[in-house]
Nanobody, 116 residues
Framework: QVQLVESGGGLVQSGGSLRLSCAASGFTFSTVTMSWYRRAPGKERELVAF????????NYVDSVKGRFTISRDDARNMVYLQMNSLKPEDTAVYYC?????????WGQGTQVTVSS
């Protein structure tokens, strides 16, 4: 079965950095575009970044461009989100996600809290 397990969240001061990791299993990782989403308190879940399977191209929501970097390691079935210059508005639960066999799967989420 498909499993996505995030790790790496925590409490960090404004301007700090965190690296989120997502371990994937149960599907052919190298053939799937991987995404990071987040849900801030009282807000809708939003797409933060994705990285394609075909050529590893990436895309980001405007609010994180230049600060966040998504990457993948197909040999280890891992996807990462390096987050630099964190701001209080980045506070959210971050989710790893993948479309597999016409269904979207989600991890359990990891909390990121940025203090001012």
């Amino acid at each position: 079965q498909v499993q996505l397990v995030e790790s790496g969240g925590g409490l960090v001061q404004s301007g700090g950095s965190l690296r989120l990791s997502c371990a994937a299993s149960g599907f052919t990782f190298s053939t799937v575009t991987m995404s990071w989403y987040r849900r801030a308190p009282g807000k809708e879940r939003e797409l933060v970044a994705f990285i394609t399977d075909v050529d590893g191209s990436t895309n980001y929501v405007d609010s994180v461009k230049g600060r966040f970097t998504i990457s993948r390691d197909d040999a280890r079935n891992m996807v990462y989100l390096q987050m630099n210059s964190l701001k209080p508005e980045d506070t959210a639960v971050y989710y790893c996600s993948a479309w597999v066999d016409l269904r979207r799967y989600w991890g359990q989420g990891t909390q990121v809290t940025v203090s001012s």
